[in-house]
């Protein structure tokens, strides 16, 4: 039996109180598309642990890389020595991404990559005698990692951090946006941010968001306008562009990266989750060259992990396995079930809004529910659902098969109907 008084008393979880614990459940082992809890019942997988395991879990492929990789080595540092999966996996992201991304660092996890895109901005800008530089520039409502530099620019009310906000750098925070991914555009949209760059331009090192889906920040989907808009004021003004795509890489929204539905390139880009197929942690930033032969000298960091083997030969192992069947099509078939799927909860009490990007379905709510009571009622009810603040959403693995998918939904829609308002 596993000792579930000393989680209570000594563990904690993502966002969690020791003083009061969040309710959790045990789970023994995870297949396809469905988590085992020690209880034996199995729920189906509506997460994907956090946007990470899009090919479900267990995956044959992802195993046997890291079977293979384990019998060479697990790991080896990267300071002077230099690994075939490393290597491979800085090939597959070339690949993948657009052309002028030309330069790869490895690190441990999406909030260091973000910290480490942040860092190689400003010292791009000192080695280019930019040094009053001092800022960045990004949206409310956003949400980019909690170490410290990621935390400066989370939305700085609803971000988590509030109460750190005196120890934090400040920066320049512009009205989120407000045009929806199929909504018409109007120019009026960009008005807030191309005023605010205009006025603070000169002490902007770069503009850093999430593009297409700002995650934690409200699942709210918006309109590709942006992206070029935005890319073009950065053009305009000698501003570095850093895309957060930790959340949205590797087909989630429908296209490889979210960047790919405008059809514009950020200097410089951050990935995680994904990257690994969900089996462990690794990020990576991906710059062009004016940016990575701009420094003007050495990059002054280096996790103790960096280019994990382990980490990297996995990693390619699943992109191998994305690009080796027609990903799009399976994640356009989930984003059509997900659509009808959910598109009855829309007529339901205490249902704001749904909608639907790639293999992402969200049920916003019109007040914050209560997230425990309905983790454990989406439990009953045989899915793995965790909802936070007023959002109820799904985002499965790529592999889910349409009666899954159907339960997945009904569940939602049961679970949603029987808690009208739960706080
Ligand atoms: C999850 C996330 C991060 C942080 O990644 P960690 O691996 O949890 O540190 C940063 N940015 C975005 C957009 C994310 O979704």
């Not at 120019?187 to 968001?209: N, Q, S, W």
């Not at 990020?283 to 990575?292: D, E, F, I, K, T």
Request: charged content about 15%.
């Amino acid at each position: 039996m596993m000792d579930l008084q000393f989680d209570r008393d000594h563990l904690w979880h993502p966002y969690s109180n020791l003083s009061s614990p969040a309710l959790t459940f045990p789970v023994v082992s995870a297949e396809g598309v469905r988590l085992k809890l020690a209880d034996g019942r199995e729920l189906i997988d509506g997460m994907s642990s956090w946007w990470a395991c899009i090919h479900g879990y267990q995956v044959p492929e992802l195993n046997a890389a890291l079977h293979r990789q384990s019998e060479q080595m697990a790991h080896v540092m990267f300071g002077s020595l230099t690994h075939e999966p490393a290597i491979r996996l800085g090939q597959h992201l070339l690949a993948i991404n657009d052309d002028a991304l030309s330069q790869v660092f490895f690190a441990d996890s999406g909030s260091v990559a973000v910290e480490a895109a942040m860092k190689m901005a400003a010292q791009y800008c000192h080695a280019q005698g930019m040094s009053q530089k001092k800022r960045f520039m990004t949206f409310r409502s956003g949400y980019h990692g909690d170490t410290f530099g990621a935390m400066s620019v989370c939305d700085p009310v609803n971000g988590m951090h509030h109460m750190f906000s005196r120890l934090l750098n400040q920066h320049h925070f512009i009205d989120p946006p407000r045009c929806g991914f199929d909504d018409a555009w109007d120019d009026v949209y960009i008005e807030p941010f191309k005023k605010a760059l205009e006025r603070h331009h000169e002490e902007t090192i770069a503009v850093i968001f999430e593009p297409i889906v700002q995650g934690v920040g409200g699942m709210f989907f918006y309109h590709p306008e942006y992206l070029r808009q935005i890319r073009s004021l950065c053009d305009e003004y000698g501003v570095l562009l850093i895309f957060d795509e930790i959340a949205t890489g590797f087909g989630r929204t429908g296209k490889m990266f979210a960047y790919q539905h405008a059809g514009v390139v950020p200097d410089i880009l951050c990935l995680g989750k994904a990257l690994t197929g969900g089996y462990m942690t690794l990020s990576a930033v991906l710059c062009q060259p004016h940016v990575g032969h701009g420094m003007g000298g050495n990059f002054m960091h280096g996790p103790t992990f960096m280019a994990n083997p382990l980490a990297c030969a996995v990693a390619s192992a699943s992109i191998d396995l994305l690009l080796a069947k027609d990903w799009q099509s399976e994640v356009q078939s989930l984003s059509d079930q997900l659509r009808k799927g959910i598109a009855p909860c829309a007529d339901l009490p205490g249902v704001a809004a749904t909608r639907v990007l790639g293999a992402i379905a969200v049920v916003e709510m019109e007040n914050p529910v209560d997230v425990d009571r309905l983790i454990a009622a989406f439990v009953d009810a045989g899915v793995w659902v965790r909802p936070f603040s007023n959002l109820i959403y799904l985002m499965p693995p790529y592999i889910m098969q349409t009666p899954d998918t159907e339960a997945l939904c009904g569940s939602l829609y049961s679970v949603i109907k029987n808690n009208p308002n739960t706080q």
